[in-house]
């Protein structure tokens, strides 16, 4: 079987931008090749920096943490979305616009959406402005029981991020932010993997995102 | 299609054992549901910790970073080798082992190797007296241009781990170590993920290794 992979995640590098009021991201080197006879590096990062994965424990208290999600959510088919007309500053995808999918949009589905809205980054306009999913959408994909949502932008809504998250987050639904380069998915359905780093009874996870189209 | 994900990666925590001579891992809340209104973690971990993925920087000083592997390595088609009469202190892999599975060894192919060595962690003798892929192995993998080799150690050697390193990554072979639960892969071959994160100039990332069993 060919397959072609397309990276859908952002290079992370110390002192990418990250959220405002998020620690710094940091790679060191703490063995080198000249001090040891091999490179280590030492990470630090915020576990919403780059493309990452939320899980329920990010907004919900008693929520599920990243090492306890069910993979099959992470790994499958996955619609692409094309909101395209949803990619400038402050926009709501509303419940209409996902109607527009709505025989896509069912029970276990894994969405992604693509704004454009990753153009923007790394401008500071990048967190305070992006498009969001209105709260009435959230509540329609809650109801619709999907498993999985992706977004080109750096969380759910620029504003209304608190309940946007508690109701998609309280859905047992996976967020897949800060998604890039989803124009080069050529098909739809397609086979879509983020999984997240088995981080015992965290928030969340940096991953590496991407689609596999199989021909 | 239906698919089962076989998890075949280590949890990660706070103080979990890392190689000697390592940083600690840690995980702390940097934001809580109290202080912010969500939970972040700010991580910190040497890039070799837990289920990892080298890449050839990790030892050669002109070697790829992680961000520039090409990802086919990293998801496709694998096949799984039982080498468990190998999985005591200080073992070697040798050819003759190797050779069992000459018909799947061709350049391309993705290795997984199955020593048991798992059930010791997280004994300090996990790090100290795994068994390796003896030097001759390794440039006849090497030889054979295989794309990737796993395994359920935490590196390639306890002793010439240097020489094999060099030897594999100089011939380009993705190395994904510290896996477990290698034997609950019930099919051979089988899909297989271990990406990294997009780590501009680094020599490794931990990864969430995966089987994936299609009926």
Redesign the interface.
């Known amino acids: ?1 060919r ?1 072609r ?1 397309i ?1 859908l ?5 110390g002192g990418m931008p990250v959220f405002p ?3 710094p991201v940091s ?1 060191e ?3 080198t ?1 000249d001090s ?13 920096a ?2 990452h994965l939320d899980a329920p ?3 919900l ?1 008693d929520g599920k943490p990243v ?1 306890a999600l069910d ?2 959510a992470c ?3 996955a619609h692409l979305l094309d909101f395209t007309h949803r990619g400038n500053s402050l926009d709501e995808m509303t419940v209409e616009d996902f109607l527009r999918y709505d025989a896509v949009i069912r029970p276990g589905a894994r969405l992604v959406v693509r704004t454009g809205w990753d153009r923007v980054f790394p401008s500071p306009a990048f967190f305070t402005e992006m498009p969001g999913i209105s709260v009435d959408a959230a509540r329609f994909l809650a109801e619709r029981r999907i498993a999985l949502i992706g977004l080109d932008m750096p969380s759910v809504h620029a504003k209304e991020y ?1 309940v946007v ?1 508690e109701i998609l987050l309280g859905a047992g639904i996976v967020i897949v932010e800060w998604l890039t380069n989803l124009a080069a998915i050529e098909t739809s359905p397609f086979y879509f ?1 983020a ?10 996870s ?3 995102a ?1 689609a ?1 189209e199989r021909a």
Chains 1, 2 share one sequence.
Do not use: W
């Open positions: 079987m397959e992979i990276d995640t952002y290079t992370m590098y009021g998020d620690p790679m080197f703490c063995h090749i040891a006879g091999f490179n280590v590096t030492q990470l630090t990062m915020p576990t919403h780059g493309t424990l990010h907004f208290q090492d993979l099959s790994a499958g088919e608190q998250h993997v999984l997240p780093l088995k981080l015992q009874g965290r928030d969340g940096p991953v590496r991407v596999i």
